[in-house]
């Protein structure tokens, strides 16, 4: 088992600044994948960004390209999601999600409690 635990939401004016943190604990060896994940009210869950544990590979969704980036300390099993230039449509409850992936198995996630993001003037 994976424990996720998110923290650094909050209410930012638009074209502001906010740095989300995601520590780790538990079964960390098993974790081949990071990310960060969004859900607006009433939209569907939205991958935001991925970063390989091994390798640092990352990826975006195209709406935070060169806005976003996501990074990682393996020593203290934490992610980081550092976001700029934030836009009202980034409102959302962000969550973070460690991902073990299994040769013909289903991937395995875990998911933390979430941490809310509000932009607004």
């Known amino acids: 088992q994976v424990q996720l635990v998110e923290s650094g939401g909050g209410l930012v004016q638009p074209g502001g600044s906010l740095r989300l943190t995601c520590v780790a604990s538990g079964s960390i060896f098993s974790i081949d994948v990071m990310g960060w994940y969004r859900q607006a009210p009433g939209k569907q869950r939205e991958m935001v960004a991925t970063?390989?544990?091994?390798?640092?590979?990352?990826t975006y969704a195209d709406s935070v390209k060169g806005r976003f980036t996501i990074s990682r300390d393996n020593i203290k099993n934490t992610v980081y999601l550092q976001m700029n230039s934030l836009k009202p449509e980034d409102t959302a409850v962000y969550h973070c999600?460690?991902?073990?992936?299994?040769?013909?198995?289903?991937?395995?996630?875990?998911w933390g409690q979430g941490t809310q993001v509000t932009v607004s003037s």
């Open positions: 999600n460690a991902a073990t992936i299994r040769i013909a198995e289903p991937t395995i996630h875990y």
């Open positions: 970063i390989f544990t091994s390798g640092g590979g990352t």
